[in-house]
């Protein structure tokens, strides 16, 4: 039988209000028409015009038809049907149902869509059979737009139609549209469900989650007599176990009069998801007590149990149950088994596993790849990458967001690089997790740009992104920027307890104090926990702003660990004051807290900027014994720093001599900076000499020895490590300073011309100038290289600490201190004309640069003028 489209025009609305209505079984023709159809061949596309007739047989083309569907010949198929459209050949029904059966069959989602636009010009509804064949074709390639539009066009729909269009939106996660349609279906098409619609439905309601509905589900179930059945009744179980309701699906299970494996991993699943885990476990001993023996499925949820409940007694009898049962090479339960070992931190018994693996998918790759990651082992992660790259294994998102953490830990930015470029040719970028990762890694690597980059090119931006790029800009000395991005983010999200850690950060390093305070208020009013990182980081903000007072009552208020005392400690050290540091000390101590290697740092920097030479040793010394904290390389830094400080450089070049371990650049550095202090140049190009052997791209060695040569008038030796430099491509990074007014930070950099209030502020500092010159001030004692061509009245006005002290002399009211923060070392010549103004305008006038706090007030500093700025000097030029 033929069907035919022309002598049929029933309206399709006519056809929805009685869907009884027949269409008279006739003829099926094409019109006559040049067929340009793009067929798959091989990953490609080739346009085919088909044009050649003489291959149709004259008896019977519509079995020839179907012979070459039924030999799965598409391109042939098709071809034969363009053929029999141009001689005006009846195609019959099961032709065309056989024909798009093959489309689905054969993956030929564009030669079924071709074939449905022909079909749908020639008639105005579709057969029941012909219908359901254009349904499950379209569902099946996750095409529900035309499924739908298939749906409506049918003439008369049965139990099949409903089952496929209801599975595709279900499949699909529409589990509302698929809910409307069952709904639809029973009460207005008629049409009963069955033994294939309930399963579906009901896991679209565990899909919402709707228990309601569910439960409406269940009542039909036992109406139309399907409680007994056993695909039915798993699906209940599933639904009730989604929807949280643990009691009814328990109750479920144990009235159903026969139970499969499925339903036995049902229940236990749903314990184990639940966090019913004992339950969960007593009921894979009853499983085990009837003699059904578990699958996959349940040793696998079993093992995650394990480690969930963190027994791995338990979690080693289950591997032992695998082994038993020939289930140590299945990939299902090999990767929950290495994840439960990683969690219990038996690595080498998750190594096991992982390498007894014959074949190993993504997973298996990842969780070990995420464990390497995760144990800071970022070169075994990236090993293991290579492994799996080398093995033809494919990486998903998880898999490239580890491997690039561990390239961030690594600071490997040519892998980083080509996985960001695997992640835009797979469109693997579009998940977020890989794009905040990048912004992870390249700030790490320092190419900020380019994590800016990936920033400004996801679409949505989560929390995690905009955290991610204000650490990122806090990491790469961008704090200024990091505040305007926080205050952006602000705008649409509420912030985490790391964001909040991450801005704290950045306002204690350029002295934001007011908007640390505002900070400090709104973590406050938003509720967020104070614990974890952020009341250090809280405290870290005050100390670091100077403000001893709030960082007192931050320290008192909360739990105190080692890191809290250490903070206060570094606070100390900053301002030179080893006595309370030594004091403070021992109140930590006689506290119960154990002091670690950090604690120790601060204490020994403490004592050799007070001059505690004595005291610092004595420390050093006690470390091992007293305290059981092994010294290292930086403590042995800091005792080197002490003893040259004070001028005892034989002692300082003695001690590194005698050290149990090779020292690095920067213990010899510390000693190259005693030279520089005390002006001995031998001495010092020894340990510039030792420094260079190891580190040749630290600019501030560089620099250094030049301070050294310029102090000892070797100016033929400083212009020798320029050019040096210049041919290494190294630069000093430019001066920059911070000063809080009113609430509003403002940036200066060196030589700023570009300020509005540029020309007032030169015009003041001209005028310290002049009465500077009239008392006979002198600024230095000698001139340093990045200053050698530079007039004094250049130097007073360029500088970026001295730009940013004017400001707040001009803005703020007389006698209110002025705070500025400096992003490098402050040279002799600023230092001392910040004395000077400190007496002539009566203030008090605060500058904290990277390794010093100074006070300065009617003409002194709290650092005594101890010669410690030119330790790694980059002062600006």
């Not at 200066?748 to 500077?772: A, W």
Request: with cysteine; charged share 20%.
């Amino acid at each position: 039988m033929a069907f035919c489209a022309k002598t049929s025009q029933t309206p399709l609305r006519q056809n929805l209000r009685n869907p009884k209505t027949r269409i008279p079984e006739t003829s099926f023709y094409f019109k006559p028409k040049t067929r340009h159809f793009s067929s798959k061949n091989a990953q490609s596309v080739q346009v085919l015009n088909t044009q050649n007739t003489s291959s149709i047989a004259t008896k019977n083309p519509n079995s020839r038809l179907n012979e070459l569907c039924l030999n799965g010949s598409l391109e042939q198929a098709l071809k034969y049907l363009d053929s029999m459209q141009e001689l005006n050949i009846c195609v019959d029904e099961d032709a065309l149902v056989n024909l798009v059966r093959l489309c689905e069959w054969k993956r030929g989602y564009d030669e079924g869509l071709y074939l449905h636009s022909v079909v749908s010009k020639t008639m105005s509804h579709l057969s029941v059979r012909l219908g359901n064949a254009f349904l499950s074709m379209f569902v099946k390639f996750g095409d529900l737009g035309h499924a739908w539009y298939v749906f409506g066009k049918m003439c008369d729909r049965d139990l099949f139609s409903w089952n496929v269009l209801i599975g595709g939106y279900a499949k699909a996660g529409f589990f509302d549209e698929a809910l409307s349609l069952y709904q639809r279906m029973f009460w207005v098409g008629g049409v009963k469900p069955d033994v294939y619609t309930f399963p579906c439905v009901l896991r679209t309601c565990g899909g919402v989650p709707d228990l309601k509905r569910g439960k409406e589900v269940h009542v039909h179930v036992i109406r139309f007599g399907y409680e007994a059945d056993v695909d039915v009744v798993n699906a209940l179980i599933t639904m009730y176990v989604k929807c949280g309701d643990l009691v009814r699906a328990r109750l479920v299970f144990d009235g159903m009069p026969k139970r499969d494996r499925i339903s036995w991993n049902a229940m236990i699943s749903g314990y184990f998801e639940n966090g019913e885990y004992m339950k969960g476990l007593m009921l894979f001993i009853m499983m085990r007590e009837v003699l059904v023996d578990p699958d996959f499925m349940t040793l696998s949820s079993v093992i995650s149990a394990s480690e969930l409940l963190g027994d791995e007694k338990l979690g080693r009898e289950v591997h032992g149950y695998v082994i038993k049962m020939g289930f140590s090479d299945d990939v299902s339960v090999c990767n929950p088994l290495i994840k439960m070992y990683l969690s219990f931190g038996n690595r080498e018994e998750g190594e096991k596993v992982f390498s007894r693996m014959e074949s190993k998918d993504v997973v298996s790759w990842t969780t070990m790849i995420s464990c390497y990651e995760g144990s800071v082992l970022p070169d075994k992660a990236v090993e293991t990458y290579q492994m799996m790259e080398a093995e033809g294994s494919m990486p998903d998102e998880i898999t490239i967001a580890s491997v690039l953490s561990a390239c961030a830990c690594l600071g490997n930015l040519d892998l980083g690089i080509k996985l960001h470029q695997l992640a835009m040719r797979t469109g693997l970028i579009s998940y977020i997790i890989i794009a905040n990762t990048l912004i992870d890694m390249y700030s790490k690597c320092k190419c900020i740009d380019k994590a800016l980059e990936v920033f400004h090119q996801i679409p949505d931006k989560n929390v995690i992104s905009w955290t991610s790029i204000i650490l990122g800009l806090r990491l790469n000395n961008r704090s200024f920027e990091a505040l305007i991005f926080f205050r952006k983010m602000m705008l649409n999200l509420k912030p985490n307890s790391v964001t909040l850690v991450s801005i704290l950060s950045a306002c204690a390093r350029i002295g934001a104090l007011m908007c640390g305070k505002e900070i400090h208020a709104h973590a406050l009013r938003i509720g967020v926990a104070f614990d974890g990182f952020l009341p250090n980081a809280l405290l870290d903000m005050y100390v670091r702003c100077g403000r001893m007072k709030p960082a007192w009552n931050q320290f008192n208020s909360n739990e105190r660990d080692v890191s809290a005392w250490n903070i206060l400690l570094t606070g100390y050290a900053e301002r030179g004051q080893g006595a309370l540091a030594e004091e403070f000390f021992r109140k930590m101590i006689d506290s119960k807290v154990n002091p670690d290697e950090v604690t120790f740092i601060a204490l020994l920097c403490a004592c050799s900027r007070s001059g505690m030479v004595t005291e610092g040793l004595e420390l050093f010394n006690s470390m091992k014994q007293v305290y059981s904290v092994t010294p290292n390389l930086r403590h042995y830094a800091c005792i080197v720093d002490l003893l040259g400080r004070a001028g005892q450089l034989e002692e300082a070049y003695g001690f590194i001599q005698k050290m149990p371990m090779k020292p690095d650049a920067a213990i010899w550095g510390a000693l190259l900076n005693a030279c520089r202090i005390h002006r001995w140049l031998e001495l010092g190009e020894l340990a510039a000499g030792h420094i260079f052997e190891t580190d040749t791209r630290h600019v501030g060695y560089y620099v250094l020895l030049c301070n050294l040569y310029a102090a000892s008038g070797k100016w033929d030796e400083v212009a020798k490590v320029r050019r040096l430099m210049r041919e290494k491509g190294l630069t000093i990074d430019p001066g920059c300073s911070w000063v809080e007014v009113k609430g509003e930070v403002h940036a200066f950099l060196s030589g700023d011309n570009f300020h509005p209030q540029i020309k007032e502020i030169n015009s003041v500092l001209e005028g310290f100038y002049e009465k500077m010159k009239a008392v006979g001030f002198a600024g230095s004692e000698y001139v340093s290289m990045d200053k050698s061509e530079a007039s004094k009245a250049e130097i007073f006005c360029g500088h970026s600490e001295m730009l940013a002290v004017a400001f707040g002399l001009i803005n703020t009211a007389p006698g209110m201190p002025i705070w500025v923060t400096k992003n490098l070392y402050t040279c002799q010549s600023c230092h001392n004309t910040v004395k000077f103004i400190s007496k002539i305008v009566r203030r008090d006038i605060f500058v904290r640069d990277t390794e010093h706090f100074h006070h300065f007030k009617d003409g002194t500093c709290s650092c005594g003028d101890e010669g410690y700025w030119g330790r790694l000097d980059r002062s600006e030029s």
